[in-house]
C-alpha cells in the first residue's frame, strides 16, 4: 500500500499532535504534582508553627502560676516570718538578760526557716526549672502551696523508676496538671487531692485525681464548657500535642480523675 504525501502529512500532524497532548499531560501533572508538594509542606509548616505557639503559651502559663504561688508565698509565709523577726527584736531588752535571750534566739529559729523556704523558693525562679527539675519535685511544690493555701490534704505517689521526659514532653504534662489541679481548688471544693505519677519501662502515666464536687461531663459538652480555650478544651489539645493519650472523668458528688498516658 503506497502513501501520499497527503497521508503522510496527516500522520505527522496526528503524531506531533499526540506528542504534545502526551507532554501537555505531563507538565500539568508534574504541574499538580509540585503544587501538592508545596501544599502539603504549607500544612506541615502551620502544624509546627501552631505546635511551638502551643508550647510556648504552656511555658508562659507554667512560669506565670509559679511567679502567682511564689508572690503568694513570699507574702503569706516568709513575708510573715519576718514580721515576728522584727517584733521580736523590737521586744529585745538587754535589761532582762534571760528573757532578751530566749528571744534572740526564737528569732535567729525564725531567720534560719525564713532562710530555707528562700532556698526553696529560689529554685522556682528560673524560667528552666520544670524542664531541669524532676516532675515529682516540680508538682511536690504545686501540692505543699495548695495544702497551705486550701487547707485540703495532698498526695504524691510515685512508682517505678522517676525518669525525665522530653523537654516538650515534661513542660505539656506538668501544666495539663497545673490546670487540673487549679480546676479543682477552684470549682471543686476537694477534701484531698491525689496526685500519681507512673513510669513504666516504655510508658508514663499522669494522674489528677480529687473528692471534689465534681460535674456531668455530658452537660459540660453539651454548655460549651470544652470550647477551644477553656481549661478543659486546652488539656485534652495539649495531650495529643505531645502524642499522649488523654482522659477526664467526673460525675457529680464523685469528684474528677485527670489522666495522661504516653
Do not use: W
Not at 96 to 106: L, N, P, V
Not at 133 to 147: G, P, V
Not at 169 to 191: D, H, M, T
Not at 209 to 226: I, P
Amino acid at each position: 500500500m503506497r502513501y501520499t504525501s497527503e497521508d503522510i502529512v496527516v500522520v505527522v500532524i496526528a503524531g506531533t499532535l499526540l506528542f504534545l497532548l502526551l507532554a501537555g499531560f505531563i507538565l500539568a501533572f508534574l504541574f499538580l504534582s509540585e503544587k501538592r508538594r508545596r501544599a502539603h509542606q504549607r500544612k506541615l509548616l502551620e502544624v509546627e508553627q501552631t505546635y511551638q505557639r502551643e508550647l510556648l503559651q504552656a511555658q508562659i502559663e507554667v512560669q506565670e502560676q509559679t511567679l502567682q504561688h511564689i508572690s503568694q508565698e513570699l507574702h503569706d509565709n516568709i513575708g510573715q516570718i519576718l514580721s515576728l523577726v522584727k517584733i521580736n527584736l523590737t521586744q529585745v531588752d538587754v535589761r532582762e538578760e534571760e528573757k532578751a535571750r530566749e528571744k534572740i534566739g526564737t528569732t535567729r529559729s525564725l531567720v534560719v526557716k525564713a532562710l530555707e523556704d528562700l532556698r526553696s523558693l529560689s529554685k522556682t525562679l528560673n524560667a528552666d526549672y520544670v524542664l531541669r527539675s524532676q516532675l515529682s519535685e516540680a508538682l511536690r511544690f504545686e501540692l505543699d502551696y495548695i495544702r497551705q493555701v486550701c487547707g485540703c490534704e495532698t498526695a504524691l505517689t510515685v512508682t517505678g523508676i522517676e525518669r525525665v521526659l522530653t523537654p516538650q514532653q515534661q513542660i505539656v504534662v506538668f501544666r495539663i496538671a497545673q490546670e487540673a489541679l487549679n480546676n479543682a481548688v477552684k470549682y471543686a471544693a476537694p477534701r484531698n487531692i491525689r496526685v500519681e505519677l507512673a513510669y513504666g519501662e516504655s510508658s508514663f502515666r499522669l494522674q489528677v485525681k480529687d473528692d471534689g464536687t465534681g460535674f456531668d461531663t455530658e452537660s459540660a459538652t453539651s454548655s460549651g464548657v470544652y470550647e477551644k480555650g477553656s481549661g478543659l478544651a486546652n488539656m485534652k489539645t495539649r495531650a495529643a500535642m505531645i502524642g499522649a493519650k488523654y482522659s477526664l472523668q467526673s460525675l457529680p458528688g464523685l469528684g474528677t480523675s485527670v489522666k495522661v498516658e504516653l
